[in-house]
C-alpha cells in the first residue's frame, strides 16, 4: 500500500496552522497511546503513523516539503513509495479494462499513474518544467460521471430506490445492501453512449511537472490529483512521475558533485598550463600546475550541481589524465632521447625511489 496521506492522519486541511496541527496530534496521540491501549496492535501502528506524520507536519521545512513532493525519506531522495500495489502502468493495461456495466457502484480514490520521464543532465541539475501529455480516465464529460444516458436511470424495483432491503426474523429486523444495485438505490438501464456506463472516458491531458534543480535519476515525484478520476465522487489517484537522467558526454554526477576527465598532454602537465575546460555553466580556463600527475584532480568549488533542498551547490571535479604521446617523428624521438639524457633522475623522483629500493633488494 502507498503510505496514507499525513493530513488524513491527523485530520487536519491542508491549510492548518501550526496550531491546529499540534492539537490534532496532541488528542490523537493521547487517544492512541500504547499506555492506554495495551495490546492493540491496531492503535499502536495507529499511534506510529501519528508520530510519522507529526514529525512532518509540525517541521515548516519538512512540511513544505511534504506538501510538494510528498512522502520523503530522510536523505531527501524520494524514493520510499511503495508502487507494488495499484499501480497501472501508463502503457500497460490503461485500455484493457474490461467494461461491467454498474460493477462500481460506491466511491472508490481512482488509481496512481506512474510516468516515465527522461530529462537532459542539465535539465535535472538546473531544474525544468516539462509538460507531459498522459492518456488518463477522466470524468465522463456526457453523464458527468454517473454512468447513464439521459432518462436511462431508474429506481432499483428490488429496494424502492433506498439501497438496503430488510429483513425481519421474529424480534430482529436486519437490513442488508440491496444485492441489485448494491447501494444507491438507481440501476442503469440505459448506459452512457459515451462512457459505456463506467462513468470515466480516456482522455490525453496535458500537465505540468515541475522538476526541482538537483533531482537525480531514479526520483519520483508525486504530483497530487493528477492520476486517474476517482469512481463515483470518489477522490483522484496520484501521478509519480519517475525521473531518469540522461548520460553526459563529459560529466558524470554524485549527489551534488560533477566529475569530468580531461585528457592533457604530457608536456602540458610536465610544464603546466592553462587549459579550456566544460564546466555545467559553459566553458572555462584552469591552469594546472607544472607536475601535474595523472589522474590528480582538480576541484572547483560551487561548479557542482543544486542541492534539491535548494541550499547549497555541489563541486566540479576536473581529473587530469595524463596522455602519453604516440606514432612519434623521428625528430621527436631524437628530441626525446636528448631529454632522457640531459636528465640526473630528478624529475622523476617515484622512479628514481624505485629503482634505488630495486637496487637495495636485488644487489
Ligand atoms: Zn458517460
Ligand atoms: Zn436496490
Do not use: W
Not at 210 to 226: Q, Y
Not at 249 to 273: H, I, M
Amino acid at each position: 500500500m502507498a503510505k496514507r496521506d499525513y493530513y488524513d492522519i491527523l485530520g487536519v486541511r491542508r491549510n492548518s496552522t501550526q496550531e491546529e496541527i499540534k492539537r490534532a496530534y496532541k488528542k490523537l496521540a493521547f487517544e492512541y497511546h500504547p499506555d492506554r491501549n495495551p495490546g492493540n496492535v491496531k492503535s499502536e501502528e495507529r499511534f506510529k503513523d501519528i508520530n510519522a506524520a507529526y514529525q512532518v507536519l509540525s517541521n515548516p521545512e519538512k512540511r513544505a516539503q511534504y506538501d510538494s513532493f510528498g512522502h520523503i525519506s530522510g536523505e531527501g531522495f524520494f524514493s520510499d513509495v511503495d508502487f507494488t500495489t495499484n499501480f497501472n502502468d501508463l502503457f500497460g493495461n490503461l485500455f484493457e479494462e474490461v467494461f461491467n456495466a454498474g460493477r462500481r457502484r460506491h466511491a472508490e480514490r481512482g488509481r496512481d499513474l506512474k510516468y516515465n520521464l527522461e530529462l537532459a543532465f542539465e535539465e535535472a541539475a538546473f531544474g525544468v518544467e516539462k509538460e507531459v501529455v498522459i492518456p488518463k480516465r477522466v470524468m465522463c464529460s456526457e453523464c458527468g460521471g454517473g454512468g447513464a444516458a439521459p432518462g436511462g436511470e431508474i429506481v432499483c424495483v428490488m429496494c424502492g430506490g433506498r439501497g438496503e432491503v430488510r429483513y425481519s426474523e421474529g424480534f430482529f429486523a436486519i437490513s442488508r445492501t440491496c444485492s441489485n444495485c448494491r447501494g444507491p438505490g438507481r440501476v442503469i438501464k440505459i448506459p452512457c453512449p459515451l462512457c459505456s456506463g463506467e462513468g470515466l472516458i480516456t482522455s490525453e491531458q496535458r500537465i505540468k511537472v515541475k522538476v526541482p534543480a538537483g533531482v537525480s535519476d531514479g526520483a519520483r515525484l508525486r504530483i497530487r490529483g493528477e492520476g486517474e478520476a476517482g469512481y463515483n465522487g470518489g477522490p483522484s489517484g496520484d501521478l509519480y512521475v519517475e525521473i531518469y537522467v540522461k548520460e553526459h558526454q563529459f560529466f558524470k554526477r554524485e549527489g551534488k558533485d560533477v566529475f569530468c576527465d580531461v585528457p592533457v598532454s604530457f608536456v602540458q602537465a610536465a610544464l603546466g598550463a592553462e587549459m579550456e575546460i566544460p564546466t555545467l555553466e559553459g566553458k572555462t580556463i584552469l591552469r594546472i600546475p607544472p607536475g601535474t600527475q595523472p589522474g590528480q584532480s582538480f576541484r572547483l568549488k560551487g561548479k557542482g550541481v543544486a542541492s534539491l533542498n535548494g541550499r547549497g551547490k555541489g563541486d566540479l571535479y576536473i581529473k587530469a589524465q595524463v596522455e602519453v604521446p604516440v606514432k612519434l617523428t623521428s625528430k621527436q624521438k631524437q628530441l626525446l632521447e636528448e631529454f632522457a639524457r640531459s636528465g640526473e633522475g630528478d624529475e622523476n623522483p617515484a622512479v628514481k625511489k624505485f629503482f634505488e629500493k630495486f637496487r637495495e633488494l636485488f644487489g
